[in-house]
């Protein structure tokens, strides 16, 4: 491969992945509403969902997936229904937010509160806001990003169109490295972005008006995939 190729692939990967999405929502969601570990595990989630896509493009597996039509549309339904499974317990978690604080003795119990004293909705709102453990923040950074159908149209649009069909075995094996660690760079740093204090002490002072708009961005997407799988 050239010097040239490797750019361009380079150049669609990294505008590929930070365009918002599914992914750079979830990630941000959950470092902002629940903390800095919480967004790189999710972060990591997501990137090995890439990885996954990666190695099924460079094995020509999303060649023969793009061209079957019902797995295709199977796979863009499974994914409109995780997505929309995110965005109604987005939005319930977001109603439940904002209703007042119980009086004392009948609301949730102090572990479950914010410094605020409001209800903390990564912990005891239902669906994906319920406690975010480390394996939780992994599980659904990963599933996020399989869930999203698209990807198989843009994977095999950037290797179709960039990495040629007869690249020796160190060439396939550098631009997995080079793909993965500029996604991983960049899904981290959202993460850590998300996280900073100033920016999570706003959100969290939000987080009924955060987690509604989170759960309709995903049920938005959900209803376009249901869409597209028509």
């Known amino acids: 491969m050239e010097a040239s190729q490797y ?8 505008a590929g992945i930070v365009s918002p999405g599914p992914d750079v929502l979830v990630i941000l969601r959950n470092a902002s509403l629940g903390s800095r570990r919480a967004g ?20 020509g597996v999303t060649v023969l997936i793009a061209g079957a039509e019902p797995l295709q549309r199977l796979l863009q339904v499974g994914g409109a229904l995780f997505l929309g499974w995110l965005g109604i317990g987005g939005v319930r978690a977001g109603l439940a937010a904002r209703v007042p604080a119980r009086t004392a003795g009948s609301g949730p119990p102090p572990e479950d509160r914010d410094p605020g004293g ?10 994906p806001s319920r406690a975010l453990t480390p394996g939780r923040a992994f599980v659904v950074g990963l599933v ?15 290797f179709a169109n960039v990495v040629p069909a007869g690249a020796r075995w160190w060439e396939t094996a550098l631009v997995y490295v080079l793909l993965v660690a500029v996604g991983l760079g960049w899904f981290t740093a959202v993460a850590w972005a998300g996280s900073v204090e100033r920016l999570a002490a706003a959100f ?4 009924a008006a ?13 209803a376009a995939l249901l869409l597209g799988a028509r």
């Open 118 to 127: 409001a209800p903390d909705p990564l912990r005891g709102g239902p669906g």
């Open 7 to 14: 750019l361009a692939l380079l150049g669609l990967w990294i």
């Open 40 to 59: 790189v595990l999710t972060a990591a989630g997501v990137m090995t969902g890439n990885l996954l896509w990666i190695g099924l493009s460079l094995t």
């Open 144 to 158: 996020t990003n399989l869930s999203n159908a698209k990807a198989i149209v843009f994977f095999v649009a950037l």
């Open 210 to 222: 955060v987690e509604l708009a989170a759960g309709a961005l995903f049920l938005v997407l959900a």
């Open 204 to 207: 969290r002072r939000r987080a």
